[in-house]
Every structure is written in C-alpha cells, then in structure tokens.
C-alpha cells in the first residue's frame, strides 16, 4: 500500500475508485463501502481511500479517535487498499470550496468512480454532499456510487455509536459494530517488573494520546505477537497501587506465553470488561487479586473457545 500525506503536490497516473471519509474505526458501515472499492478494482481500478489526518479540537488539544492514524494505516492495508491518502486538515483544505474539491479530487488522483456513503460532507462549510458529487460527475469524468448505513438495534452504526458503547465499557457491543475486537497496538516498552516480581510477568504499551479508551479498569484480552494469538488479560489504567507517576497503560499477562518481546510490536484486542482498578492497600493484595482475575480470564476463555490462541 502506497501511503500519502502531500495531498495538494499528489498526482496518481493509474486510473482509481475511491472512496472518502473519516474513517475513524473502520466500521462495518465502512467495510461496506470498502467492499464495493474492492468490487471496481476488478475492471482494473486501484483502490484508493481519502481521509483526513486527526485535526485539533475547537479548544486546540487533541481529538480521540477510535484509530489512531498508525492504526488505520494497518487496517486499510489488510483490507487490500492500494492507496491511503491522509490528507491534514489544513485552513486551506478547511476553505476549499466544494466544487474545488471534487475537481481537486478528481484530478489528482485519477477518480473514474467514487464510493460515498449518505452522511459524507466535504467542502468549505460542509456545503457538498453526494447529490453534488452525482450532480458534477459528468463534467469531471468519474460515476459514483452510494452506499446506505446499516444498523444495529434500531440505529445506524457509526463511530458515534461505538464511541458511546466504550465510554460505557460495552467492549462486546464495540466490538459487534467495528466488525472486529476495538485494540490498543504499539511498541513493548519495559515497564517497573512487579507483575515478574510477584509472578506475574507482563507487557505493557503506552496509548498515544489520542486514541481513545474505555473506562479504566482490567480487561479480558487477545494478543497478537509475531504472527501468533494468545489469550491475555490486561489491566488499562494508571497502577494506582505503584508508588510514583504512572501514565495510563496497557499493561498485559499473557496465558502461557514466556520470551523477550521488548520493542516489538503489539495488538492488544479487549474482549470483556471484567472490572474497574482498584487502588489495593499493598503488593499481597494486589498479588491475590492478580490471581482471581486470571482464574476468572481461565474461565472466561473456557466457556468462549472461539477466542482462543491461535
């Protein structure tokens, strides 16, 4: 996958079909639209996908995001993507207006067919939408394609809706609209060694800032390692029973599984909310309820075998 971030000094030469949004959780609303990118490619169009770097929010800090941009890279490039287009949210791409946009668009990146959904907006103001995209089609060469939202329990599935179900700790509920477990993928850093000194050794990944989290507290958890699942349970939170500063982590026990994994790369995917942290009163009783949660994680994967290691 060819990934780019100079929108305004880009110009592809292959023929594409692309598609445009936000993209943030690449939800099954979106793996419907990427499903019929993946169609067109078929008469010998490349699969080409517009979306926007995270932009600040109207207070200047940071916005969270389901997927940060690293993580969306990963999964547009599985999905089979031919190019990623991260466009940043500049005051100039803010002020383009909408019929310069298209023609941008189109342009630049060789659009023969666009694939949108209903609620896509683009264009100074938000001014365009699809019936523009249908409306300038002819005069700038390209045909479009609109896809409808499918929904769950009455109501459409959008970044929104799973925003609401993590804020809540509903991980399976997140986790049935994404299409696939929410995770938290980044590099084993070297953590303060009490779970290795109690017997419980394990990895931990710092977030980045934006992405956004569920409640803190300990999870049941996959962890893909080397091309390999294992079972896990991972504690998403601050240690508030460790003396000192410790930044919210995703910090990891791994079901039988020894071996050196620091700076390598992994994807903590959370299945089940088990409990909040609690802030104990020493390491023996942090110690003990260590070994309660992975006797209740050891059940948990008994009665739901389907997530078992691979």
Known sequence: MRYEKDFLHLQLTEPTVLSLGKFDGLHRGHELLMKAVLEK????????????????NGTGAMQQVITTN??????????????????????????????RFIQEVVTRLCVKWMVVGTDFRFGHQRRGDFHMLQEYAKAYGYQVQVVSKIRHNGRDISSTYIREALANGRIELANELLGYPYFIQGTVIHGNRVGRTIGFPTINILPLPQKLLPPLGVYLSAVRLDGK?????????????????????????????TGDVYDKTAKIELLHFERPEVKFEGIEQLKRQLENDIAAGAAYFARHSQVAGE
């Open 70 to 99: 690293e993580e969306k890279q990963q999964l547009f490039m599985e999905c089979g993507t031919d190019y990623l287009i991260e466009c940043p949210f500049t005051k100039e791409i803010m002020q383009m207006e909408a019929e």
């Open 41 to 56: 490619t078929k008469t010998g169009l490349k699969a080409a996908v517009f979306t926007f770097d995270i932009p600040p």
């Open 229 to 257: 699942r294992y079972k896990g349970i991972t504690n998403i939170g601050k240690k508030p029973t460790i003396e000192g500063y410790n930044p919210i982590g995703a910090e990891t026990y791994i079901y039988d599984f």
